[in-house]
């Protein structure tokens, strides 16, 4: 499945260029254009679809070889202690290009970048009620 307008369907075809690291028959990996850090790294599937949840199986399962590969060659490659992994899911997760893809960002002890702030529950039975939504939805 190909999107024509998509940036990254483009890029799978070889019309726009990237900073290829890693391919298989079914993933692609390249740098980002506008790094969180230099190695931030996009693990993709090259058929296009939007989100995580209609990724089929197959292609979940080949991203998540790709990712541990190449999740593994950028923390070497930059020096880094660890990396995020990161799949933003929709535009108000901060997704801007809807063909589902992984982030993968090496980190580095103390380097400043904060993620996700936690805040308790406020109301005790607000996290059960909530685990009873989704787990009726699944
Ligand atoms: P999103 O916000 O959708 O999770 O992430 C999209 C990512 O794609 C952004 O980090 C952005 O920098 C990257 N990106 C957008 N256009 C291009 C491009 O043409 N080439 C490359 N290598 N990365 C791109
Ligand atoms: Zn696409």
Request: hydrophobic content about 45%.
């Amino acid at each position: 499945m190909i999107d024509t307008d998509c940036i990254f369907c483009k890029i799978i075809r070889g019309d726009i260029p990237c900073a290829k690291i890693f391919e298989t028959p079914s993933v692609l990996a390249f740098l980002d254009i506008a790094p969180v850090r230099p190695g931030h790294a996009l693990v993709i599937p090259k058929a296009h679809h939007p989100a995580l949840w209609d990724l089929p199986d197959e292609d979940g399962r080949d991203l998540l070889a790709a990712l541990k590969i190449v999740g593994r060659a950028v923390v070497q490659a930059t020096g880094a202690g660890g990396c995020n992994v990161v799949m933003n899911n929709g535009a108000p997760a901060g997704q801007l290009v809807a063909h589902a893809h992984f982030h993968v960002i090496p980190r580095v002890r103390d380097d400043g970048l904060e993620l996700w702030p936690g805040t308790p529950y406020a109301d005790p039975q607000a996290m059960s009620r909530l685990a009873e939504a989704i787990r009726s939805r699944i």
